[in-house]
Nanobody, 124 residues
Framework: VQLQASGGGLVQAGDSLRLSCAAS????????MSWFRQVPGKEREFVAA????????YYADSVKGRFTISRDVAKNTVDLQMANLKPEDTAVYYC??????????????????WGPGTQVTVSS
């Protein structure tokens, strides 16, 4: 599956932003879809996931209550709605597709397919 993320940009603290990831292929529903983010000099970190079979969602503690992941199977898209953004949310955001097990879905190793990333910058 090929992935393409969009929607990044420059916003102020407290603003909202919506990222979208479009996936190619007819097996979209087979994959757990997740968002990760990375800042220079740090490892890529998990943000949110939408589980492949149940649609159950998971979030990093740092974004819980502010970010919402949603998928549209008909459109083959997975979105990340981000609210009350903070400067520490500044990063390159990546969408990922894979078939991780429960012990690995918060880690890069759980995903075989990655989009090119989109920059989100939150000014204070």
């Amino acid at each position: 599956v090929q992935l393409q993320a969009s929607g990044g940009g420059l916003v102020q603290a407290g603003d909202s932003l919506r990222l979208s990831c479009a996936a190619s292929g007819r097996t979209f529903s087979w994959y757990t879809m997740s968002w990760f983010r990375q800042v220079p000099g740090k490892e890529r970190e998990f943000v949110a996931a939408s589980w492949r079979s149940t649609g159950k969602t998971y979030y990093a503690d740092s974004v819980k209550g502010r970010f919402t992941i949603s998928r549209d199977v008909a459109k083959n898209t997975v979105d990340l709605q981000m609210a009350n953004l903070k400067p520490e949310d500044t990063a390159v955001y990546y969408c990922a597709a894979g078939s991780p097990i429960l012990s690995s879905f918060r880690q890069e190793v759980g995903y075989a397919n990655w989009g090119p990333g989109t920059q989100v910058t939150v000014s204070s």
